[in-house]
């Protein structure tokens, strides 16, 4: 057989694909024949992070030197400024950026917004050292309200529970109940107790009603003596707000806001021949330092007090030396939550009892009116037919005598 040849279209092919490639070849260089229109020397992720940051937060360079330069607060917020000092180039990024600068003519090709802000950070006076001193002062205030609002709270819950006059009459109850119901055995003679003791007023159940724990009996036993269960309940009051606090972490924060302090004083020293100085920075910045160490020594005093307040309720509780005053004010939190909870169970059980003797009272009313209602209406009727037998009794033997008198005169008549 003969071998079928398909005939080639040489032109076709040329222009669906020599053609094509000669549009790609000249896209290409139209490409590469475009001019710059910013120069830049930072990579791709760097200008984006930095100018994502610029816009996010309506930042400039402006708002930056009234920070740093005039002082003014309210030009950039402290997270911001901090922000700032963490974006200032360094090593060979800094290096990069001076090359940049010596090569490159903003006149000629304005520079790419990253490098123009870092560059004009480059160029305040000592903007480095300005700036963490200015974040130092903005934050400081915030940060010592907050750690002397939790140490203040803290003085207070456990000034309250350590000087406190009505808990030792407590618990000096609860250990004559332990002592009471363990007599004969071995915990039966105790002269103290652990912490670790309370919870378990709620668990011993009584005999005969299952419902009413020791706890309860212990606030029946209260009532008696209101002043002493309002006043120990007072002095709790605050064990349960001050058991979240982190005494550990305020006093490291607060030694971390000294040091913060001592750098701006170092800081200032290094300034001290600066004759670029010439907006009272360093004069801001000494006030600062003497008001912040004035601060930060009566807040270490705080600090110093709490720690004996806590290790004299360590030893007033019988707690481990070690124990973190928060897991001792948990213990207490505990048990003025379940003394709350005892006596709000004995409220609710004097409510259930007097209305179960009203419904009790209200059914022996009823049964006593409906047997009196009876009663009276068997007298009733017992009075109706008495009446009706003294009437009707007495008329028949009246009437047969008088018939039988008829009849014997009648019959006398006949004869």
Known sequence: SKTLRVKLDVGVLTNFFFKRKEEAETSTEVKESKKKTVAQCLSMQRSQNIEIFLNGCGINISHVKSSVLNLDEKAIDADNLGKVIEILPQGEELQELMEFKK????????????????LQLLEIPNFKIRAECCLTKSRFDPICNEIL?????LHRCLSNVVDSSWLPNIFALVMQMGNYLNHGTNKGQQRGFTLDTLPLLTRVEGFHDKSYSLIRFLMDTLESDRKVKDGAMKDLELCES????????????LNEIEKKVTLVEGSLKELKDDKTDTDGFQTVM????????ATLSKLKEKVDEVQVLSKRSCD???????????????KLAAFRKDMEDGRRQNLMAKVKKEKAEKRKAEQ?????????????????EASTSKRTMQVKVPEKPSTIHMNANLQRGAANTVN
């Open 103 to 118: 090569n490159n003519d903003p006149k000629v090709l304005p520079w790419g917004r990253a490098e123009e802000f870092l």
């Open 149 to 153: 609002q939790d140490i203040e709270l």
């Open 242 to 253: 001050s058991a979240k606090l982190d005494f550990d972490e305020s006093v490291r924060r």
């Open 286 to 293: 000494q006030a600062f330092v003497t008001a912040a160490q």
């Open 316 to 330: 007033l509780f019988a707690e481990k030396p070690r124990t973190p005053t928060a897991e001792t004010l948990g």
């Open 364 to 380: 022996q009313a009823k049964a006593q009116a409906r047997k009196s209602v009876h009663q009276v209406e068997q007298a009733s």
